[in-house]
C-alpha cells in the first residue's frame, strides 16, 4: 500500500510518497525535472519489497509547495531536512536526471546520510551550451520558473560540484542509458570515476530506463541494494 504524506522542512512543505515494511531500510526516490513521485510507480514496488521507500515531490513539483525560490542546492537542502524531520538517516538514495545531481549533492556534502548511491543517467556536471526550452501549453504540474532556474545551473553548474564528487563515501552505482540517451554517456562513466566507490552499468534502454526497462532497473538497484557494503563514512 502507498500511502501520500507531507511534512513541512522549514520554508516549504514537501509531498511524498510512501511504502514498504515500516521496520525496512529507507531508500529516498528523487524523480527528474518536470516529474514527481509517481514517476517510481513502475518501479517502486519492487524495490518496496525489502526497503520502506519515500518518493519525494522536490520543490516546484506536483503537490509540494511551488516557492518561486529555487535552486539545485535549495532542493538538497530541502531533502536534508526532510531526513532530519522523519529522523531517517543513513538512508539509500537514488536520483535520476535532476534529482541525480541533487542526491550526488547531498552525498558529497553530508556523507554520513548517505550509505548507497544510485544515479540513473546523470552526467558529470560541465558546462554545455546553454538553451532556453519552450514552456508547454495548458496547465503544468510544476512550476515553469523552477525549470528556467534549474535548467541554468545545469547548463553552466557550479565548479565546486565537480571538485566535491570524491567526497562520496557511499558506495555508489551509475546507471548509463546507452546511445539512445540524450545525455552524453562518456559523461555519465566520467562520473561514476570521479567517485570514490562508484561504477557504471549500462542498461541501453534511453534516459528513462526505469521506464522503458524497468526489470532490468529494478535487478540491478535491487542486487546493487542488497551487497554488503563498507560502514559509511570509512576510507
Keep these: ?133 519552450a514552456r508547454p501549453d495548458g496547465a503544468l504540474a510544476f512550476d515553469w520558473e523552477m525549470v528556467l532556474a534549474v535548467r541554468r545551473q545545469i547548463d553552466q553548474p557550479d565548479p565546486r560540484w565537480l571538485q566535491r564528487l570524491d567526497r562520496i563515501t557511499a558506495e555508489t552505482l551509475v546507471l548509463a542509458g546507452g546511445p539512445d540517451s540524450h545525455v552524453p554517456q562518456d559523461g555519465v562513466a566520467e562520473l561514476a570515476r570521479r567517485i570514490p566507490y562508484g561504477r557504471v552499468v549500462t542498461i541501453p534502454a534511453g534516459h528513462l530506463i526505469h521506464h522503458a526497462a524497468p526489470e532490468a532497473f529494478a535487478e540491478a538497484v535491487s542486487a546493487f541494494l542488497e551487497e554488503d557494503i563498507r560502514p559509511v563514512g570509512r576510507t
Design 1 to 133: 500500500m502507498v500511502d501520500q504524506c507531507s511534512v513541512d522542512v522549514g520554508e516549504v512543505r514537501l509531498a511524498y510518497q510512501v511504502s514498504g515494511p515500516a521496520d525496512a531500510p529507507p531508500l529516498v526516490l528523487l524523480h527528474a525535472l518536470g516529474e514527481d513521485a509517481t514517476d517510481w510507480e513502475a518501479v517502486a514496488p519492487v524495490v518496496a519489497r525489502s526497503r520502506r521507500v519515500y518518493a519525494l515531490d522536490l520543490r516546484g513539483h506536483g503537490r509540494s509547495d511551488w516557492p518561486g525560490d529555487y535552486s539545485l542546492e535549495l532542493m538538497q537542502a530541502d531533502v536534508l531536512r526532510f531526513l532530519d524531520a522523519l529522523g531517517l538517516g543513513p538512508v539509500d538514495l537514488i536520483g535520476h536526471s535532476m534529482g541525480g545531481i541533487v542526491a550526488y549533492l547531498l552525498a558529497a556534502d553530508h556523507p554520513q546520510r548517505v550509505s548507497r548511491l544510485v544515479l540513473e543517467d546523470v552526467a558529470v556536471p560541465r558546462p554545455r551550451e546553454p538553451s532556453t526550452p
